[in-house]
């Protein structure tokens, strides 16, 4: 397996054609996938916001009348108020804000950037990812590339182990996970690791090349991997109901 | 950056020499990644146990007995009590075990693995993967291998997101997380992104060469990759006081 950055991207902007852009500058082959980082998606999507345009709700209020109040330091409420706006549920109101995205993704902030923005305030994550990665394979296709999965990748922090690591938001032309099920080991026993989700193995492998500073790669290009012959599924966010973490944070808010 | 599976190595037995035996099949170069499959690290270390091994104490029956329950099937409270004796504490003890291990991961059942093994019912994770890492880099430089990090992985689940991906257990030769604050992004704004967990990005990154089943590849050599100038750190497992995920689940465990 091979990982390459797509080099001298240019600095996004709205509009602009990530498909082509990648095109120009990378030879894809079909059975690549491509991954792009969210934040030049969302800039090519418009996804730029500015703190004014958050008119602020009570609530927004409370919450950043908290979070100030624990870390000893003011709090833009207007800030709060956008991460409630891209959100449909609050899993942890402080010290900080742990939210489940529109699009059921869960992290810090609804995963709103407020650094990599050049003339606003804040850079919002795409609205739909999965349709983001659907259209930039599309954009490949015509420009005469078939064949080629794409990724819409972030990096966010997790429970139980320190640090941020690339993750999948949304991805086109290949599934989210495959189903070991039925598979033996070498010894001929039944496996018990069943669903590894390959987006996610893929997003954190691309971050590794992306890297994070000026000299970034936003685009990554992994070649001679393949998904293989298993079944796949595309399911990546877990529910409320099959998530027990999920259901420790929401009684521990009500109790709490 | 190129990642590519060691082909051929044997099942491994206890007192195999891990660094030996990828040593001779791999041309390891100084900057490399080598990363191994905790499984075949438990089996050179010996890390195999038998149900009968474990006498069964009241708690693991009482976890047995309510897993049982909710599952609808008879459990072994024998394996209950094998992973009430690797870990040190239990976030979650229904419908599933989550514990923390004694080195600090926080996974299943303890890590602890009932397929994967030839002779015996179970294989437990190393007893402490940064020593095995350790061990396995002073292997690789008694070969005459220098400069060769070392990484033992293990696949895990996650709340928030389906499915298992790679993950570090323990590493030598480099840092856990490389820390960006300070550095710039394109637009000259610092980063909000500030620690990166690489071994983890690094794991997930090898689990897609690895794979799972009889034809899975259990040591992979990462080349091409460079952890670059910045400051590293050494902290993986969040404690008890860095996690409200886990204080939601101590809540959660007494109240319930």
Redesign the interface.
């Known amino acids: ?4 950055g797509v080099a001298d991207l240019p ?1 996004i902007r709205p509009g602009d054609d990530i498909a082509a852009l990648v095109a120009d500058r990378a030879a894809l082959e079909p059975g690549d996938v491509l991954t792009v980082a969210s934040t030049i998606v969302s800039k090519a999507e418009g996804r730029t916001a500015d703190l004014e345009d958050y008119p602020v709700s009570g609530r927004a209020q409370e919450i950043a009348d908290r979070i100030a109040d624990l870390a000893g330091e003011e709090k833009d409420p207007r800030f709060a108020q956008a991460v409630l706006e891209e959100s449909t549920e609050l899993l ?1 109101d402080a010290p900080f804000l ?1 939210t489940e995205t529109r699009f059921g993704h ?1 992290c810090v902030n609804a995963g709103i ?6 003339d606003h305030d804040l850079l919002l994550l795409p609205k739909r990812p999965a349709e983001s990665a659907e259209r930039i394979r599309t954009g490949l296709e015509q420009q005469g590339i078939e064949d080629v999965a794409v990724i819409v990748t972030d ?1 966010c922090g ?10 999948a938001l949304g991805w086109a032309g290949m599934p ?2 495959r189903d ?1 099920r039925g ?16 987006v ?3 997003a ?2 691309a ?3 992306t ?4 000299a ?1 790669t936003p685009a990554v290009v992994v070649r001679e ?1 393949e998904f ?1 012959d298993l079944e796949g ?1 595309d ?4 529910s409320v109901e ?8 929401r ?2 808010r009500v ?2």
Not at 158 to 167: D, S
Not at 185 to 197: F, I, K, P, W
Not at 211 to 214: I, R
């Open positions: 397996m091979e990982l390459n600095e942890i742990l869960i950037d407020r650094s990599n923005v050049p990096t997790r429970p139980f182990r320190h640090g941020q690591r690339g993750v989210a996970s070991w598979e033996l080991d070498r010894d001929g026993h039944e496996l018990g690791v069943t669903v590894q989700s390959v996610d193995e893929l954190a492998a971050n590794l090349v890297g994070e500073a000026a970034g991997w293989g599924s399911e990546l966010f877990r099959d998530d027990l973490v999920r259901q420790a944070l009684e521990w109790d709490g």
